[in-house]
């Protein structure tokens, strides 16, 4: 079964720190760019960084920039996001996925293959 599972997720106090892993299985992470996304409540998912598929160059919406960290390490079939100094509007369900495009656009309908999501809450 072709599928990936976020992990990491979870309560935190503003200016904290959380680390999210996306794993994958049945699909070889190396051949495919990856996003991650976020969607907070009434709100419609958006893209928040993205990385190549050897992972040298990166990509990041300005809310994020300079706060969260975007990796992945291909022989363990695995992307991370690092989120430092969280914010409650960082409040989300955060997604992984999977695309084939060189380049990790920000725009959902690139985007082939999709986690479940993972609840991050950030508290003021």
């Known amino acids: 079964q072709v599928q990936l599972v976020e992990s990491g997720g979870g309560l935190v106090q503003a200016g904290g720190s959380l680390r999210l892993s996306c794993a994958a299985s049945?699909?070889?992470?190396?051949?495919?760019?990856m996003g991650w996304f976020r969607q907070a409540p009434g709100k419609e998912r958006e893209f928040v960084a993205g990385?190549?598929?050897?992972?040298?160059?990166?990509f990041y919406a300005d809310s994020v920039k300079g706060r969260f960290t975007i990796s992945r390490d291909n022989a363990k079939n695995t992307g991370t996001l690092q989120m430092n100094s969280l914010k409650p509007e960082d409040t989300a369900v955060y997604y992984c996925?999977?695309?084939?495009?060189?380049?990790?656009?920000?725009?959902?309908?690139?985007?082939?293959?999709w986690g479940q999501g993972t609840q991050v809450t950030v508290s003021s």
């Open positions: 049945g699909r070889t992470l190396s051949g495919y760019a």
């Open positions: 996925a999977t695309t084939w495009a060189l380049i990790p656009g920000n725009k959902e309908r690139q985007y082939d293959l």
């Open positions: 990385i190549s598929r050897s992972g040298g160059s990166t």
